[in-house]
T-cell receptor
Framework: KNQVEQSPQSLIILEGKNCTLQ??????????LRWYKQDTGRGPVSLTI?????NTKSNGRYTATLDADTKQSSLHITASQLSDSASYIC???????????FGAGTTVTVRA | GAVVSQHPSWVICKSGTSVKIECRSL??????MFWYRQFPKQSLMLMAT?????????EQGVEKDKFLINHASLTLSTLTVTSAHPEDSSFYIC??????????????FGPGTRLTVL
């Protein structure tokens, strides 16, 4: 079954601190993995995308890693800001069709 | 680039009425558009895939007669929730794909539409 598991389900961090979110997947055959940020009541916005051959991808204070062998990915947020408070969703796509497999998301709350 | 809009952003309706939600790709042509539903604290769930000029493909468990999808042009897809009931209250999100065809996976998401059925 094509699944995407994210952890933790939620976390609270102080402004300025770093945090790392985890994503494990069983989707196959693998095409790419994306991390999205979804603000409350808004649609997801793409942060990073990584294909099989890419190990890391950065977008400002967001850095994603991918280990295609262990089927694990992480999203690291550096020097968190209040605006980072959102749900972060790991999405994996298969190479044989167009469908996306979504993780349940990690809700990040940044407090001053 | 690759902006997708939805209208309305939120809607409240009475039980039994029908509601239409529009999804537009503003600066690109989208051969394929997708409709998702998201309940609170849950992941996005694909409802259907619509290709311009053809009938939509619905996911298992999604009633095609209740959720009518029309993809009349390369920039517009509509989702009509017919005879809405309170259990249809949800956040509906569309996405559009830059390139058409079964192997595409580049989807750009709209901002979502919050539907509340009283």
């Amino acid at each position: 079954k094509n699944q995407v598991e994210q952890s933790p389900q939620s976390l609270i961090i102080l402004e300025g601190k770093n945090c790392t979110l985890q994503c494990n997947y069983t989707v196959s055959p693998f095409s790419n993995l994306r991390w999205y940020k979804q603000d409350t009541g808004r649609g997801p916005v793409s942060l990073t995308i990584m294909t099989f051959s890419e190990n890391t991808k950065s977008n400002g204070r967001y850095t994603a890693t991918l280990d295609a062998d262990t089927k694990q990915s992480s999203l690291h947020i550096t020097a968190s800001q209040l605006s980072d408070s959102a749900s972060y969703i790991c999405v994996v796509s298969r190479s044989n069709d167009y469908k996306l497999s979504f993780g349940a998301g990690t809700t990040v709350t940044v407090r001053a | 680039g690759a902006v997708v809009s939805q209208h309305p952003s939120w809607v409240i309706c009475k039980s039994g009425t029908s509601v239409k939600i529009e999804c537009r790709s503003l600066d690109f042509q989208a051969t394929t558009m997708f409709w998702y539903r998201q309940f609170p604290k849950q992941s996005l769930m694909l409802m259907a895939t619509s290709n311009e000029g053809s009938k939509a493909t619905y996911e298992q468990g999604v009633e095609k007669d209740k959720f009518l999808i029309n993809h009349a042009s390369l920039t517009l897809s509509t989702l009509t929730v017919t005879s809405a009931h309170p259990e249809d209250s949800s956040f509906y999100i569309c996405s559009a794909s830059l390139a058409g065809g079964p192997l595409t996976d580049t989807q750009y998401f709209g901002p979502g539409t919050r539907l509340t059925v009283l």
